[in-house]
């Protein structure tokens, strides 16, 4: 690395399994160049099974290695599993989302699939690099739901994409300059999904090292209930020797944390190995993220998809045809009487009907003699025309003319005289 360069000179990552989950398949990977995420999810324990192929298949590349090189491996990783999957009954079904952030160069490229996220704390800001592979955040995307409403949705930890799930997988890269003093963070669902990102935000702020951001974060989400495992991978970006790292599983949250010297660099050690002990006492959790046995029943998630959109389409064709021949009768913005074509409804702040017609006539008095004549009542077409046409001859016609009968002459006209016609002969 040439003196100067940016690196990853802090590492941290901690993993709890969280106080309702009986056991941890969240499996982390801090180098001095690649921190990763894969939240395992599946059957018989081998949720953890598939994070820790998806892990493996990026810890073993070498540090020249690219963003391409790491979706590669993410692939090879998909695949894997499936094969597992299909030769082994108990397996069936295992899958992992993955996140994996990559530092070359200077540049931080983000190799995704699932809703691990990765977030970039530059200063005082924290900004999500990653965009979820789920049901709500496609549903905030479309602008479906708000993203407040996806806090709360009961499907917010349904995935639309994972490792496992089908024979081949689509991760996404996202890429990101960083400057010295950045702080990357990844992490499983078990913190975004429970702790708002101000309060992530300022865990971050108040702690001195990362090792004590990465204990801080892990207490939120156990604070919060601790409803899934919980896993949080720091790196801090500056210009001095790059920091060691390793393999972190489990990190029990207890009083004096141990914490290891690397290189004069402080970094946050571990358990390697199998998941953490279950908690005595703890009543089991169903899973957050349901997907179906992989090579034996295709996914729910795109059918579903597929019909809550087709039913979105047929709402939205319904409502406008039923706009489309709805009319009203009433005061329009210059207090004149008017037609108005569409729904007679305010969405956001803005009217779905038009102005089709102006009469002219004023609607004060219209509504001091007839107080229901104008109202958003919806109408056909005729039936509006009628009611508007009846308003301006009642109110709009100020002297109706008045017709008068042509005068009768006092007298009988004189017959007209014979005239001779050229070529004739006119009798005595």
Not at 136 to 142: P, Q, T
Not at 329 to 341: F, K, M, R, S
Not at 346 to 364: F, N
Request: net charge negative; with cysteine; hydrophobic share 45%.
């Amino acid at each position: 690395m040439a003196e100067g360069a940016l690196a990853l000179v802090e590492v941290a990552h901690l993993s709890d399994t969280g106080r309702v989950r009986h056991h941890n398949e969240d499996r982390s990977l801090a180098t001095a160049a690649l921190l990763a995420v894969a939240d395992g999810m599946g059957g018989a324990k081998a949720g953890e099974v598939a994070a820790q192929i998806a892990v493996d298949s990026v810890a073993g590349l070498g540090g020249e290695a690219g963003a391409d090189e790491v979706r590669a491996a993410v692939e090879e990783a998909n695949r894997a599993i499936r094969r597992m999957a299909r030769d082994d009954a108990d397996k069936s079904g295992m899958g992992t989302t993955m996140t994996a952030a990559l530092l070359r160069d200077g540049r931080l490229d983000v190799v995704h699939v699932g809703d691990s996220r990765a977030y970039l704390w530059r200063g005082s800001t924290l900004s999500q690099i990653t965009e979820d592979h789920s049901v709500v955040a496609e549903l905030v995307r479309r602008g479906t739901i708000t993203a407040e409403e996806a806090e709360h949705h009961p499907h917010r930890n349904v995935i639309t994409r994972a490792l496992g799930a089908d024979a081949e997988v689509t991760a996404d890269v996202m890429s990101a300059d960083l400057r010295e003093g950045d702080v990357v963070l990844v992490c499983s669902d078990g913190l975004s999904s429970y702790v708002p990102e101000p309060a992530i935000a300022g865990a971050l702020s108040g702690a001195a090292t990362l090792g004590e951001a990465a204990r801080a974060l892990v207490a939120l989400a156990n604070e919060a209930g601790g409803a899934d495992n919980v896993t949080v991978v720091l790196g801090r970006v500056g210009t001095g020797p790059p920091a060691g790292g390793g393999d972190t599983v489990e990190v029990p949250i207890v009083p004096h944390e141990d914490v290891t010297e690397a290189g004069g660099v402080r970094v946050l050690g571990g358990v390697h190995g199998h998941a953490g002990a279950e908690r005595a006492g703890s009543a089991p959790a169903p899973p957050p993220r349901v997907l179906e046995p992989a090579g034996r029943r295709r996914s729910k998630v795109v059918p579903v998809l597929t019909g809550v959109l087709v039913v979105l389409a047929l709402v939205v064709g319904g409502v406008a045809w039923v706009a489309s021949r709805t009319y009203t009768v009433q005061a329009g913005p210059d207090d004149t009487v008017i037609v108005a074509h569409g729904l007679p409804v305010s969405v956001l702040g803005r009217d779905l009907a038009t102005d089709w017609q102006d009469t002219g006539v004023p609607a004060g008095p219209v509504r001091a003699s007839q107080p229901g004549a104008l109202s958003s009542t919806a109408r056909g077409q005729g039936e509006a025309v009628a009611r508007a046409a009846d308003l301006v001859w009642r109110f709009g016609v100020g002297d109706p003319p008045v017709l008068e009968a042509p005068e009768t002459p006092r007298t009988a006209p004189t017959p007209p005289t014979a005239e001779a016609t050229p070529g004739t002969t006119t009798a005595p």
